[in-house]
């Protein structure tokens, strides 16, 4: 009897085990919960990487970072520092022993110290407009880091007393004179980035570049645009100093001796230029480039300027993608960079003879790339059904294996389905590729609504990555099926297919979107053709007005801080560079492009229900496009809802809002396609 009744129990547990372990769609607790893993940085002898570990709350509405070690021969990572505050971007010392980070611990963002060992950090600047992007010298003497500051200060006086008398000033008035007056999300309020850089000993900083200019500069830049030569005898930065760099994306290398010398300009080119790193034997600096002036999505191309001859040389003029992320191989022979192609970010190398270059990696997603001493490749990788972890490969990409697995728990428990790829012939007959994802527990006998997605830019592409605001997941977990196509604009597919959407944004774009879902209905005989509904932000928020105003078979759209008027648009956004290149010059002088363009020029077609979401402090697509789009449909007598974020910007961030715009999203989605 005994027997039987521990059978019994046995079998209970079975089964109760089996129901616990059965996966679930996401949700949004887990989507929030997921733990972002950022910023790895291998150590001097190559055995230890460094990295960042975010994590966000419902309850404290914020992500708090901490850093985080693991092994290089694999095991469980280890937490480095736990703070309250955020502690974020390490840096290793030269001789391995030291880490330095930026912590908010004391409020405003300063660089600690921390031994590797074991010990406490201690605080090493105390500049009161913040420290940020450190960066050690060869012999650990001394950190570069930049800081926004007011150009006309003589020093770190001047400026506390001025933001003490700011903030204490009951009259928050501005006077403008220029351009720029504010970016991005902020007000410039008359500072400037700056480059200190401060002793190890005594946290003692000084300003080496001094002036009313941003280094590194406001947009198109690399990471962290400056950087100190293995002497520690100069010192490599970028900046604009055109007169109105609103209208530039002229940024351009300059060296300036650690001794107090004059400040030289290396770049002549009238284009972009960012992202300078020293060769490890001190010869080069490596660094990006563009050719044509005013255009931010242009191909950049790996130059390489000898500093024994003055002689500047493209390394990769005759490959068709756009490099980011340089870093130099231990000999200083090659140099590794990544790039978008179709879908992935791929790790490439190249040799500083220049136009032998290899693809290390194909159909993964990799950023943040490093190289270790010892030739190793370090970087981050993730896909569409899994968060970025910390991966290791050799020198030329072969045996890659992650060395965490930061969110494993939480994946064990979720059913999120793989990427699945297409091609379609779009305008013209061009190749189009598309992206695919199918909800938890597919069933191909039956039929699902569709939401296709647009993405932003308009020069940017939908990747096999695990998004943490369009989380293709997020999407497809009520019983979606979500398909992400990328057209004419999209980068990683050739600079001429990157080039056809400028002067042409309701063009062939908008025929290789139409062609797309045309395809994927034709073809995929579980998408339920009478269902499905369309969303985008940015420029993807551009196309959703543009559908509105087109015949399109959407039973509802969502447009994202999507722009609607772009002639007000124009007026109010900040980098005037972007209207100026895709558009042909400014309103007045092209005046029948942006009416063309513009989805405001046809309010009259507007008929399908439409939910905006728009936020106050955007200011790349003010919040007025999306009041304008509002007051147009609701004037049709177009069901339609506006949802408003005062506190959130291009991108909503706290948990509690994103929740709720996912909330929003997936009613919205509900009334029109269940």
């Known amino acids: 009897m005994r027997r039987i009744v521990w059978i019994f129990v046995v079998v209970l547990l079975w089964i109760a085990a089996g129901f616990a372990q059965e996966r679930h769609p996401i949700t949004f607790d887990d989507f929030i919960s997921v733990k972002r893993v950022s910023d790895p940085q291998p150590s001097p002898d190559g055995r230890w990487v460094a990295f960042t570990v975010t994590v966000y709350s419902k309850e404290s509405n914020r992500g708090n970072s901490d850093i985080w070690l ?12 736990n703070s309250p505050a955020g502690d974020f971007q390490p840096r290793w010392s030269p001789d391995g022993k030291t880490i330095a980070f930026i912590s908010t611990r004391g409020g405003s963002p300063q660089i600690y110290l921390i031994p590797v060992d074991g010990g406490e950090a201690r605080q090493l600047t105390d500049i009161s407009t913040g420290a940020i992007g450190p960066v050690w010298s060869a012999d650990g003497r001394h950190i570069l880091f930049h800081s926004r500051v007011y150009p006309d200060c003589p020093d770190d006086a001047c400026n506390r007393a001025r933001e003490e008398a700011r903030a204490n000033n009951p009259v928050k008035a501005q006077i403008w004179d220029r351009l720029l007056y504010r970016h991005w999300n902020e007000w410039t309020e008359g500072k400037r980035n700056h ?14 570049t ?10 198109l830049g690399g990471s962290p645009d400056y950087a100190i030569s293995p002497d520690g005898k100069e010192v490599c930065y970028v900046k604009n100093t055109d007169p109105v760099v609103a209208l530039s994306t002229n940024n351009d290398l300059f060296v300036r001796p650690l001794d107090g010398g004059p400040e030289k300009r290396l770049t002549p080119n009238k284009a972009n230029d960012n992202n300078p790193v020293y060769s490890p034997d001190g010869r080069y600096i490596a660094y990006l480039a563009m050719r044509r002036p005013g255009f931010e999505s242009d191909r950049q191309e790996v130059m390489l300027y000898d ?23 231990p000999k200083s022979r090659y140099i590794y960079f990544l790039a978008d192609d179709q879908g992935y970010y791929s790790i490439f190398r190249v040799s500083i003879k220049g136009g032998d270059v290899w693809q290390l990696t194909r159909k993964s997603f990799n950023t943040s790339l490093r190289v270790t001493r010892q030739g190793k490749l370090v970087f981050l990788r993730q896909a569409i059904n899994h968060p970025a972890d910390v991966w290791i490969a050799d020198g030329n990409g072969k045996n890659a294996r992650p060395l965490t697995d930061i969110n494993g728990d939480l994946l064990s428990r979720l059913e999120m389905n793989p990427l699945e790829e297409f091609w379609f012939e779009g305008a013209g007959g061009t190749r189009v590729h598309g992206l695919m994802l199918k909800p938890p527990k597919f069933d191909p006998n039956k039929k699902y609504p569709l939401i296709y997605l647009v ?48 002067r042409d944004w309701g063009g062939k774009v908008f025929e290789d979107l139409k062609r797309g879902w045309e395809y994927v209905v034709q073809t995929y005989p579980f998408i339920d053709a009478d269902r499905m509904a369309a969303a985008g932000a940015s420029y993807g928020g551009y196309m959703m007005y543009w559908f509105e ?6 039973k509802c759209l969502v447009a994202h ?37 513009s989805p405001s020029s046809y309010v009259k077609h507007f008929k399908t229900p439409m939910l905006i979401v728009h936020s106050q402090q955007d200011f790349r697509v003010d919040v007025s496009q999306g009041f304008e789009a509002f007051t147009a449909l609701q004037r049709m007598g177009v069901p339609s809802k506006f949802l408003y974020f005062p506190d959130e910007d291009h991108f909503v ?12 999203l997936h009613a919205w989605f509900a009334e029109y396609l269940k």
């Open 455 to 502: 993405h932003g830019g308009p020069q940017g592409a939908w990747h096999d990555s695990f998004h943490y605001r369009w989380n293709a997941q997020m999407f497809a977990a009520p019983g979606y099926v979500v398909v992400m196509v990328n057209p004419r604009g999209s980068t990683g597919y050739g600079q001429k297919f990157t080039d056809e959407i400028s």
């Open 561 to 597: 801080d999507g722009v609607f008027n772009l002639v007000s648009m124009y007026g109010s956004t900040e980098e005037l560079w972007f209207p100026e290149w895709e558009m042909g010059g400014p309103p007045w002088e092209n005046p029948e492009l942006y009416r063309k363009w």
């Open 210 to 219: 001094p002036g009313d200019y941003d280094s590194p500069p406001i947009a």
């Open 307 to 329: 500093r024994r001859t003055g002689e500047h040389r493209s390394l990769t003029a005759d490959l068709d993608r756009s490099a980011r992320n340089i870093v130099w191989g």
């Open 653 to 664: 961030t706290k948990p509690r809002n994103a929740e709720l715009w996912w909330k929003t």
């Open 549 to 554: 105003g087109h015949q399109q078979p959407f």
């Open 70 to 81: 693991v092994s290089t021969r694999g095991g469980e990572p280890r937490q480095l520092t």
């Open 195 to 208: 480059v200190f850089i401060a002793s190890v000993d005594d946290g003692r900083f000084r300003d080496l």
